[in-house]
C-alpha cells in the first residue's frame, strides 16, 4: 500500500466533486461545527470565510509536515495560538477535528475504503501531534 499515492488520489477525488451543492473544505467546517456544542463555542465570533481560507493553508502545512517531517513558520504560529495559553484548543478538539475530516473525506470520495481512510489518517497524524504536543507548551513550539 502506498500512503503517499492513495492520500494523493482521494485528495484529488475530494477536491473535484460538489455535494449537496457544497465543496470539500466547506462542508467540513459545517460538520465540524455541527460536531460539538464546545466547536460551534471556540467558532461563535468566527469570520467562517476567511476560517475556511485559513484551514486550507493550514491543510496543506499538515500535508507538508508529513513530506518533510519540518514545522515551518505558519506551523509554529498556528501551534502558538492554538495552546491553552492562547486559544486554548484542547487535544480532544484535534481529535474530533480528525473525525470529521475523515467523515467528510468519506462522503466526498466515491472510492473511499479502509486503505484510503487509513492514508488520510497518517498523512494527518504526524501535524496533529505537533499541534496537541504543544498545548501546554504555550509560545514557544519550537522556534
Known amino acids: 500500500m502506498d500512503i503517499e499515492c492513495l492520500f494523493d488520489a482521494s485528495y484529488v477525488r475530494v477536491l473535484s466533486r460538489e455535494v449537496g451543492g457544497q465543496v470539500f473544505f466547506e462542508d467540513f467546517y459545517d460538520r465540524f461545527l455541527a460536531a460539538s456544542p464546545e466547536v460551534a463555542e471556540k467558532f461563535r465570533h468566527t469570520d467562517m470565510a476567511r476560517q475556511r481560507a485559513m484551514l486550507k493553508k493550514a491543510f496543506y502545512r499538515l500535508l507538508s509536515f508529513y513530506v518533510s517531517s519540518h514545522a515551518d513558520y505558519y506551523l509554529k504560529e498556528v501551534a502558538a495560538s492554538h495552546s491553552r495559553a492562547q486559544l486554548d484548543i484542547a487535544p480532544a478538539?484535534?481529535?474530533?477535528?480528525?473525525?470529521?475530516?475523515?467523515?467528510?473525506?468519506?462522503?466526498?470520495?466515491?472510492?473511499?475504503?479502509?486503505?484510503?481512510?487509513?492514508?488520510?489518517?497518517?498523512?494527518m497524524t504526524p501535524g496533529i501531534v505537533f499541534m496537541t504536543f504543544h498545548y501546554d507548551r504555550g509560545n514557544d513550539p519550537g522556534g
Open 93 to 123: 478538539l484535534y481529535d474530533l477535528w480528525l473525525e470529521t475530516l475523515i467523515d467528510t473525506v468519506r462522503v466526498y470520495d466515491e472510492q473511499f475504503d479502509d486503505e484510503v481512510e487509513l492514508a488520510w489518517r497518517l498523512v
